[in-house]
């Protein structure tokens, strides 16, 4: 019997160890041979921990398990109170383009037949076919863009790194996921390790960069210790190494952890971090391609992106581009997150729209409340009412309307959340992050968190200033923490000044 | 000014270890302050002027580094480290109730340890469990959909 338990931090949070081992107990109890794989997860998280039963048809999956529903499933399992079919055909799978996040919840993260089972070193394979140029070609012309938020044109950055002429070079891969309501960069790193250190070999072989970094968060522990693992499996075979699959490129790279600074997550704090510096955002330029980590070129580029450049190599330039919409090309892990019925990650070709996303595919709120606003971006991302749900996801659509897609986690709230305090909190979160290089970002935030309080005792001078000091915040900051706190902030006025009217009418 | 604190040479013979380990390492000093801490359980100040020496660094500025990161203390943390999500995502499915609950449970406010030194309270912004929020960590162990009763479990059994 072979059965699938996720070891996803997620599923694990919900119970999965208990529930493993529950299995493992039950199988010796009636003798019968298991083999259990601890697989990614599946991302329907309000499903976890879900269990899966390979069978001939495909998997049968089980959710959410408790370890009381594990002997049930040694019986009739078809019959099973938690079934739910098979596991690919669930309408939450079946309407996903899984390019990025293919394997990850379908293999052994760890098993280097399993990840070729399912495609995996194609795409190196054949990037070690192709001269460096070649494949920062593919890249390019694929569209892929930044994943972390920014949304700059990988290839661009690439081929600025490949142009670049020094000894040494570096890879450095930013898993520094610290916005709320994004877990897709864990989620690759614990499901489908593999996959990122592909990712990075590839980009090694086409700017010429021979180590890498990955910088993760603290937070993370089990991230961590998966992708450590994967790279000690990945060097015994030989995809990392002094030569790559027996080729003349040389690569290796190791897991760096960061120390709970939100703002390490901007590639130069992290760069000054990862040299063993205060996390302190550096000035651009130099731009880090050029100047990077130790002062050489460098490309600093997120999980997502450099997880989705295997698929790319693999399947063609084309494939990947023929997905999305407008300028925003390929797929996009959708994150599903807070008060939401059916939360999780859902990838997908760009140009859904929030409302499709919301409520389609989240199913609204978890209580069953109506939605009253959803965060789009992180923390540094605009508040949107449903008056807008009719917005595409796209980096280009949600600019327009004053937002931004970030690393496309989606916070849903209901109507008990006051906007007034999340404003506040946005502050007072840029305030405790602040790096403290630049005036606008250190004093603006601590300010920020005073004039709200000033709004909240209902006086109505306090708006303007608000505002005012939002736009100084924007244009003045050296990064996006400073610069961005404001979507929050300024969505919050635009959408919900109802929220913020409140004590002025009860102090009148 | 005040005399230096010193390390017990049984101490003094871990961090020379975890700095020979170290050696050659690009950009060493957080993965150095990571082993301290792991090994003492907080950054003992007596410790920064050797490791500011061995990296060819000035005291003031591993002192900087160190005190940079919220992740380092300078004292010992309580037996128990209970960390509370405090991030949008887990706002909107109650994480301040929560944290009210927990700290007037235990008497304290974040950053503090009860008197007992068994519990200290530490906020964290997202341990990446947003879809199943509010999220908890326990001395490392994750806790998803955490509610009044499941943190009163773990705090009764801890204190």
Partial sequence: MKLYVPMDSAAVALGADDVAAAIRAEADKRGVALTLVRNGSRGMVWLEPLVEIETDAGRLAFGPMDPADVPALFDDAAAHPKALGLTDKLPWMARQTRLTFARVGLTDPLSLDDYQAHGGLNGLKRALTMTPAQVVQDVTASGLRGRGGAGFPTGIKWKTVLDARAAQKYIVCNADEGDSATFADRMLMEGDPLTLIEGMVIAGIAVGATRGYVYTRSEYPVAIDQKRQAIAVARAAGVLGARVLGSDHAFDMEVRVGAGAYVCGEETSLLNSLEGKRGVVRAKPPLPALEGFLGQPTVVNNVISLASVPVILDKGAAFYQDFGLGRSRGTMALQLAGNVRRGGLFEAAFGLTLGEIVNDIGGGTATGRPVKAVQVGGPLGAWFPPALFDTPFTYEDFAAKDGLIGHAGLTVADDSLDMLAMARFAMEFCAIESCGKCTPCRIGAVRGVETLDRVAAGDASALPLLTDLCTTMKAGSLCALGGFTPYPVMSAVTHFPDDFARAREAAE | ?159
């Fill in chain 2, 1 to 159: 000014m005040s005399a230096t604190p010193s390390l017990g040479t049984a101490q003094e013979q871990t961090l020379h270890e975890i700095l020979e380990a170290h050696r050659g390492m690009e950009g060493a000093l957080l993965p150095i302050l990571h082993a301290v801490q792991a090994a003492f359980g907080h950054v003992p100040e007596a410790a920064l002027p050797v490791i500011a020496q061995d990296q060819a660094i000035s005291r003031a500025e591993a002192h900087g580094v160190m005190s940079f990161y919220h992740d380092f203390r300078s004292e010992p943390a309580g037996r128990t480290v209970l960390k509370l999500c405090r991030a949008e995502a887990c706002q909107s499915v109650g994480a301040d109730a929560l944290a009210d609950h927990a700290r007037g449970k235990l008497g304290i406010d974040w950053h503090e340890t009860t008197a007992n030194g068994a519990v200290t309270l530490e906020p964290v912004f997202c341990l990446g469990l947003c879809a199943c929020g509010p999220a908890a960590m326990v001395n490392g162990k994750l806790v998803g959909r955490a509610d009044a009763a499941k943190l009163d479990a773990i705090l009764d059994e801890v204190r």
